[in-house]
T-cell receptor, first 114, second 112 residues
Framework: DAGVTQSPTHLIKTRGQQVTLRCSPK?????VSWYQQALGQGPQFIFQ???????QRGNFPDRFSGHQFPNYSSELNVNALLLGDSALYLC?????????????FGSGTRLTVV | TQLLEQSPQFLSIQEGENLTVYCNSS?????LQWYRQEPGEGPVLLVT?????EVKKLKRLTFQFGDARKDSSLHITAAQPGDTGLYLC????????????FGKGTHLIIQP
């Protein structure tokens, strides 16, 4: 049973460019959340998607947007990249009731903005 | 804004020693989760605690949720080199609909 799959694993972009990261949730999971983890920090919640809609959003600017597809997979888009966007981007999938059963995280996409 | 403070930030001890990691907040959480993360990987769930005062054991790891559901601790008995990693606590409010609030983590190194 595959866990959460993220692609690409590493990415280098230039400041001002746009990037799209992809996530396939664990089989049977219908909710996808995205987190940003800066070096030496804990993950920070970006947003969560359920039934193809953004359900909740953390304290991130509108440059960060997302999408969920009917097969529950998801994309994270970041526009007008800044150097400070360099981080590990983690996708986590879950079922309703994730606060009880926990989240399954992917290995992340390491984004470097130069 | 909910904040979770973890302490210590770094801990290096010898194999066989015991240790405790703390996770504190001024906010009440509906549940608290502990994750372990290794370099280049995503966090892996260790345990979820839900009830105030709850204690859960996972082999040599003991997790406790504070009575007021504002704090938690992780105690490791007889640490082993395989316990090395980044330990993260994460709190959920509103059943997790707002996502998880993570602490900054405790970097644990167990030296043989």
């Amino acid at each position: 049973d595959a866990g959460v799959t993220q692609s690409p694993t590493h990415l280098i972009k230039t400041r001002g460019q746009q990037v799209t990261l992809r996530c396939s949730p664990k089989s049977g999971h219908d909710t996808v959340s995205w987190y940003q983890q800066a070096l030496g920090q804990g993950p920070q919640f970006i947003f969560q998607y359920y039934e193809e809609e953004e359900r909740q959003r953390g304290n991130f600017p509108d440059r960060f947007s997302g999408h969920q597809f009917p097969n529950y997979s998801s994309e994270l888009n970041v526009n007008a990249l800044l150097l400070g966007d360099s981080a590990l981007y983690l996708c986590a999938s879950s079922l309703p009731g994730a606060s009880l059963y926990g989240y399954t995280f992917g290995s992340g996409t390491r984004l470097t903005v130069v | 804004t909910q904040l979770l403070e973890q302490s210590p930030q770094f801990l290096s001890i010898q194999e066989g020693e015991n240790l405790t990691v703390y996770c504190n907040s001024s906010s009440v959480f509906s549940s608290l989760q502990w994750y372990r993360q290794e370099p280049g990987e995503g966090p892996v769930l260790l345990v979820t605690v839900v009830t105030g005062g709850e204690v859960k054991k996972l082999k040599r790891l003991t997790f406790q949720f504070g009575d007021a559901r504002k704090d938690s601790s992780l105690h490791i008995t007889a640490a082993q080199p395989g316990d090395t990693g980044l330990y993260l606590c994460a709190g959920a409010v509103r059943g997790g609909a707002d996502g998880l609030t993570f602490g900054k983590g405790t970097h644990l190194i167990i030296q043989p």
